[in-house]
């Protein structure tokens, strides 16, 4: 397995839902050092290769209480549950290299989708969306011999754009 390639993955899944977990959680002020913490974790996540230890990160976001509430099925607490779910995940798999959390991951990022259109009252379910986001990285990480900076660098700006049109809801 290129681990390389699975870090850009579940990079960019990480970042498709980025703003909407700090979107949702700015409005508390108390807030303020997990949402930065948080910002700074899902930029860490870029850093594909990187030597880094994740076991401080692993502890924050089991700390968070989006991931320790679940069996919330829908609403503002359900996305945020499962929008919490996909950057732990997401450095779960960068701490383990275990693929069972890269497809959790990836599942949660799907799932996460469904729950923002019911939560936005969208008329269609963006899952389809992320179900092509995701499409597209494997093929873009797929097609290349060697992942170069501007791969990555593009997957992350179309990342970027994807979850603040989550966050505010407005697509096409």
């Excluded at 996460?112 to 992320?130: P, Q």
Aim: hydrophobic share 40%; with cysteine.
């Amino acid at each position: 397995m290129d681990h390389d390639r699975v870090d850009v993955f579940v990079a960019s899944c990480a970042e498709r839902v980025r703003q909407v977990f700090t979107g949702l959680v700015a409005d508390d002020d108390k807030r303020d050092g997990d949402l930065d913490r948080v910002v700074r974790i899902a930029d860490a996540l870029w850093d594909v290769g990187g030597e880094s230890s994740w076991d401080g990160d692993l502890r924050f976001l089991e700390s968070l209480p989006e991931i320790k509430k679940s069996g919330s099925t829908d609403g503002k607490s359900a996305v945020l549950h499962s929008v919490a779910m996909v950057i732990f995940c997401a450095v779960r798999y960068r701490s383990f290299r275990n693929s069972e959390d890269a497809i959790r991951c990836s599942d949660f990022a799907l799932n996460s989708s469904s729950l923002i259109s019911d939560y936005r009252g969208l008329e269609f379910d963006i899952r389809s969306l992320e179900s092509n986001y995701q499409r597209s990285d494997i093929a873009s990480l797929s097609g290349v011999g060697v992942l170069e900076e501007i791969n990555i660098l593009a997957m992350k700006v179309r990342a970027e754009e994807f979850s603040f049109e989550q966050l505010r809801g407005e697509f096409f």
